[in-house]
């Protein structure tokens, strides 16, 4: 689906024009145009690719989606796969679905194709027409504002496993600690390992686009990219962090739930003793011998109870202490 | 055994031609041949080492074959070896079979010989037949399609582990996970490290085929090369992803089947502790002590039924609320 | 807020100056200017950006906060981002609170503006201005001291970590290792991976700094730069030495917990064989038979006593020998 | 002690000749001298350093042994210590020893000095002096000789090692998994570590055999060093492979014997349950009522136990089904 | 303190002289003066540092101490700080003290200063003297020398961990495996990392020392410093192999004494059934049933007892043949 084809002059939107005119426009040099696609059919995207002229390969890669993040060159075409993250649903705990987004950035066209992904780059538009200064610097600031937005909606998501861990980690010390926070400690770690398929590659990626020798389109905007570039490092820094307390977190939740089922054993075992002492002397109470002089004592029966009940408040009072209890 | 022998001039088929000629078509500029063996005998690739002018070493590693994968230079000569990845029978969890197909590229000509592997490349023969634009790239370019065509099909492999993964994934924190789930991550982890083997030193040699100087075959097609590798690139990625997820889940499964058998321990402690309290009653009232008055109580017998059900009521509901029972 | 805003002349304090006379004092060859902002308003901090000519980008970041550690070159500016570190309070563990210090290196200014963060760097200035000779090399030199003053203070808060590391091995081979324990060392690891994400950025980024080719502004003072850096790599070998042992400090930990659990049920089911033992010699003698000879006897009773305890005692002195009691 | 000391021109041999001698060898271009030690007395080492003219550092690398694996150059001379590996006796897990070949290479010797090996090699100089084509290409082709003879040795070890794993791996899952399982891994880890230490630093020297600049001695051979290299490389990977899954089936092996014998303890305290209950059930009817109607039916006695029967089997077969028996 | 301070010439030793002389025999080209400080006073290390011309810098790190092991280069000259460990005491499991010696190289002179280290370098000094044709070489030998003697000491810290850890290895699989093992263990490592914080660091550094462009005074005895960075190299190989080997030993010795108290758990819990049949057959024998023909038997009572004594050998020679006892 086309969901914009916008003409370009020195910043400054000129006009919506027809896909068919599209190469005209690109044949003038100090325009640029900028299209917008939404899954697009085979023939929307033969189109294009004539239109502009892009590489077969790059156009396969755009039609099947499923790249890993990627920017390449195909002579002075550059062409990206990003990888757009989104919840599934508004649930908080709901997983994350991939999409993505192809771009071909050339000389004088940028070109959008998205796939699984809800929200568009409208606002990018918005944004980069009300700023024509900047919009003046062409396809290569385009590139730039979509790869920005992208990032950037990268942010909440780390937010939210890092704000979802750090409620795990208070769970994991308080006594009875249910299975379910590991089940949650291997939820959250599904969803980085998403996160950082994302951001690993496209970040080796972007640290080509500024610094000694970069792409064509990214002259005169490296130091945009450099932030790009920023972001995506700080990113990665924070999921190998999280990484790490995640496994260090589930490791040490085992181990305390594995502490908090032994303490139950432990108890009840204490318990058992306490129970099995009267059951001794009870026995003993219960022999047949005929010469058993307490039997015969008037205050034998409450000896008999007494007793039982001096060793088990002895053994209760041992075993508290030894926080067996 | 010979499969084929074909000589192509100008990306189309000239003829099958017996193995003797193929030194004259060679030295014919504009064409190139195309030969295939499978498992040959010492014989049928002297012949071909003669005919083609082979380097010894290559020749002795595409013989006894079981050579790590790799893409090597001999002068002007390309030799790459490849393991082919095929599931050994038809069963949901059959092992991986690894096989090999060494390839040598030389100016006008390329050589593929296959070991322990069905499958054949009959149908990059016909892709490639059918396409004479890409054909007219010569040698370089069937030496592509012969990658590509190996590389594509570690897809499935590596779609059915991830989908194995998942399935076990459900498994782990079901509250009865059966000890052969730990067995299933096992094996996968075992597929998986075939994968790895056949994937990781090729996605490294054939960095060495795009961008910077490369082989001389390879002029003109870098671009597919760049692609080869961004698809064994993705597998990577895929794969390391899932072998860290493997060991979590390892980690994590065995806590759990622990966890379990301890619930189970708990648990028969809790009734151990149910049954031993009126067998403790009992013994009480089971004293010979002549003085007991409960004994000659009317309602005595009752009573002590009585106490014993409460006393166990009471412990019923009191572990079931702390989750013992 | 503006802290401090003050002119040099060949490493000597020429005056405090008003923020509108900046520009005037940079445009003179022999000068530079110091400014320290402390959580600036967006209008100081434009006023700022104007006075010295500041890359928009890099006003953004400082100006935001919340960024990574680096050090970038926008031209012949120098931007910079320290994380200060902090302790929240005055306890003994308190948690660190990460504060941010953004500094601009141009030829002849230094501008600081710190975020998050109680200590201010009026130390620092008050050491510069009893250094003149020192002073003298301009703005990169009072770079240098900043950059050392915040590195400085992540000693002590490494010392800390070492010490409370210390202590915590001390505990943990004791007999009753409390799983405090694991809790102090989780919370540990959780300050070290805080120190490290401060550390380890600004160590790579510091390396750029000395040898080879380093910005204008550091010529000159390269040395003291890489002093700087040596006290970070050091840091960070230290990071990682402690890193790898609270991992294995952990494992033993709850390894050392399990077996204390064990213990005392290994203990407490001794303790269950010495008391059933008599129960079961006492329901013997309790069976009703008519012909057992022993219940006649003179000294049944206390013989089935003695009975009892030699088996007790025997079992006692066999479990202990065994280290089960 | 000398084992050989040979002249060799045009690839051919010239003569045995005396250790005295072989500076004049040495002297004819034509001709290089092959000379083989096992386990020299100083003064056969001091001779030989004199008649080659061997640098002091090597000679004492040499002399002691017990060098890490390595490829150095003395100006044009190269000087490699391998690492021989054997297994210390028949017996199927005999240890590894570890033992050393230092060898010089100069532009027309080699002298081999092996310390701590059984297998001398007799074989490569048989088999070199049968293809005099290739002996031709001098000390270079002899060194290639003698490091395949060592790398080729590892392979056979290697693939005990492998076997054995497989065999341990068997046994993993079956139920009654000894403990011997944990000590063959750990043996196993052990092995290879002595093999991946022999291995990996050869491999990282090996590298600069081939390709780019080679020392002088290996122009003209470096394809043979490639397969040299090849071969470590193959054997490096294996190593990891192997050690990744040691390290797996240690953990899982550990986790499985754990599982086991909380099975049984879980087992031991079902049947504690079936015995409890008759205990019980028989205590409440040894209790000294007047007033006890069960007591006085005809069928009283069977009714007791028939009782407990009922109630047993009931908990037999739950827990048969519940899978704790 | 001033432990020597000695002018050579041409590789002999010219005089002792007074530290006021030094810059005399420095200005003098032929000849170089070595001194050796420990733990020096301020005044001392001023006096060396003006005699010297000492970077302000280096002077602070000497004069500190608690600097990681580095060779840095200021101007032409080379200044050095090796980490020097000694037993505390001699006592076989002594912890390890960290000394550390700093180093300044120039053109004609060398400078020790020692701290926290009880071995001097007396033994260097002599053997230089008794080899005037390499200390002929000048201060970069001398340099090498001290750097050798330090990194030779490490050896026997190294093998007296390697023996340790065998001998531990050795106590793992013995069956009452005390957790005095896993103290062993861990000690070991804190150690191990004390050398690795040693050793790491100063390979790094000396790798700058041989090969390609090197510090002036290292010239002429690049491969002396080869030969120090090859032994640190083995001492690096060594101590990762025993680290890992250290984690393995950890890991399975956790597990192992886990197996072991489960056992006298499982062992226990046997005995316990094997007391409670009598236990529940006396009970039944207990009951008060009119009605009961066995109590009337003449061989009543020994068939009871008969009857718990064959019910109990078969329970225990079941438990043997399943290895529960």
Redesign the interface.
């Known amino acids: 689906m086309l969901i914009n084809c916008v003409a370009y002059e020195n910043g400054k939107k000129l006009a919506d024009i027809p896909a068919a005119d599209i190469s005209n426009f690109v044949a003038r040099p100090e325009c640029f145009v900028w299209v917008a696609l939404f899954q697009p059919t085979n023939e929307e995207l033969d189109e294009m690719a004539e239109e502009f002229g892009l590489?077969p390969?790059a156009v396969e890669d755009a039609r099947k989606g499923h790249?890993?993040p990627?920017i390449?060159e195909?002579e002075d075409v550059l062409f990206a796969v990003l990888h757009t993250l989104e919840a599934a649903s508004e649930a908080p705990d709901a997983p994350l679905t991939e999409g993505e987004v192809a771009i071909f950035v050339g000389r004088n066209y940028i070109l959008s194709v998205r796939h699984r992904t809800q929200k568009g780059f409208a606002d990018v538009r918005a944004r980069c027409e009300r700023e024509p200064e900047l919009l003046r610097n062409g396809p290569g600031f385009v590139f730039y504002a979509l790869m920005d937005a992208v990032v950037d909606r990268y942010f909440p998501i780390l937010d939210s496993i890092e704000s979802d861990l750090e409620d795990i980690?208070e769970q994991?010390?308080v006594r009875?600690a249910a299975?379910s926070n590991?089940?949650a400690l291997?939820a959250l770690?599904?969803k980085l390992?998403v996160l950082?398929?994302a951001v690993?590659?496209l970040m080796e990626a972007s640290g080509k686009l500024y610094g000694g020798r970069v792409p064509q389109v990214c002259v005169g905007v490296q130091?945009?990219f450099?932030?790009v570039y920023?972001h995506l490092?700080?990113i990665h820094?924070t999921i190998e962090?999280i990484r790490?307390?995640l496994?260090?977190?589930?490791?040490?939740n085992?181990?305390?739930?594995?502490?908090s089922?032994?303490?139950?054993?432990?108890k009840?075992?204490?318990?058992?003793?306490i129970?099995?002492?009267?059951?001794?002397v009870?026995?003993?109470?219960?022999?047949?011998?005929?010469?058993?002089p307490?039997?015969?004592?008037?205050?034998?029966?409450p000896f008999?109870?007494g007793l039982?009940a001096v060793i088990d408040l002895y053994l209760y009072f041992r075993f508290r202490k030894?926080?067996?209890l």
């Open positions: 590489h390969l790249q890993r990627k390449e195909y980690e994991i010390f009875n299975r590991i089940e291997y770690k599904q390992m950082k398929h690993d590659p130091e945009y450099r932030d920023d490092y700080r820094g962090g790490e307390m496994t260090t977190a589930i490791q040490v085992v181990g305390m739930i594995s502490l089922e032994n303490e139950v054993t432990k009840l075992a204490a318990w058992a003793a129970i099995a002492v009267p059951t001794m009870a026995g003993i109470y219960g022999m047949n011998f005929k010469n058993m307490e039997l015969d004592w008037a205050f034998g029966y008999a109870i039982m030894a926080h067996w």
